[in-house]
């Protein structure tokens, strides 16, 4: 058997702590990809956690978000007043 990557440790690391991540922009997107399944699998795409990948700007992430027919919860906005005649 062979021993761990240093590559493996860390993506399973990030998998433990990824709700408390606010930017994964650095990351280089072979990570990138390999973090977003290994969240898949490990069941903790959250609402927040996909906006982090989406919000990446990766377009790998995009064609697997879109590929797994994944979509964001959208919250409605209520309206508010627009002006003061009422």
């Keep these: ?6 590559l493996s440790l860390t993506i399973d690391s ?3 702590h990824i709700s408390r991540f606010c930017d994964l ?3 280089p997107d072979p990570i990138l990809i390999q973090l977003f ?8 795409l959250t609402e927040k956690v996909l906006k ?3 919000d990446t700007g990766s377009e790998e992430i995009q064609t697997l ?3 797994l027919n994944i ?6 906005v209520l309206p508010t007043r627009c002006s003061e005649k009422f």
Excluded: C, E, Y
Aim: hydrophobic share 45%.
């Design 1 to 6: 058997m062979h021993p761990p990557t240093l």
């Design 14 to 16: 990030a998998l433990l």
């Design 25 to 27: 922009s650095p990351i």
């Design 37 to 44: 399944l290994r969240t898949l699998q490990a069941g903790k």
């Design 52 to 54: 982090l990948f989406i």
């Design 65 to 67: 978000v879109h590929s």
């Design 71 to 76: 979509k964001p919860i959208l919250t409605p």
